[in-house]
């Protein structure tokens, strides 16, 4: 199973942005859907996680502003970022968690590459 993100790049503050991540491989399921983040000299955060049957939790620093989404069909998850801060400057990650590649009941986590999103005041 691989993950690829994109859509991440240079905004102003107050702008919006759209992170996809799409699942590749042999995949049965996927537990839930997360995007991370990691500014410079600061731990990885949550920002979103989503599970199979849509129920939602979001970052403090972002509820409100950011929206996920994913589509079960196409092993694809979005982050649609709006009123984007500086403080919001960060590598963003994308994680397929618990994955099951058959109906064994054997799961694994996934992770994206990581696409930075830099937010200029």
């Known amino acids: 199973v691989q993950l690829q993100a994109s859509g991440g790049g240079l905004v102003q503050a107050g702008e919006s942005l759209r992170l996809s991540c799409a699942a590749s491989g042999s995949i049965f399921s996927i537990g839930v859907w997360g995007w991370y983040r990691q500014a410079p000299q600061k731990q990885r955060e949550m920002v979103a996680v989503i599970t199979s049957g849509g129920r939602t939790n979001y970052g403090a620093p972002v509820k409100g502003r950011f929206s996920i989404s994913r589509d079960n069909t196409k092993n694809t998850v979005d982050l649609q970022m709006n009123s984007l801060k500086p403080d919001d400057t960060a590598v963003y990650y994308c994680?397929?968690?618990?994955?099951?590649?058959?109906?064994?009941?054997?799961?694994?986590?996934?992770w994206g590459q990581g696409t930075l999103v830099t937010v200029s005041s």
């Open positions: 994680a397929a968690l618990m994955v099951a590649i058959d109906d064994s009941g054997e799961e694994d986590d996934y």
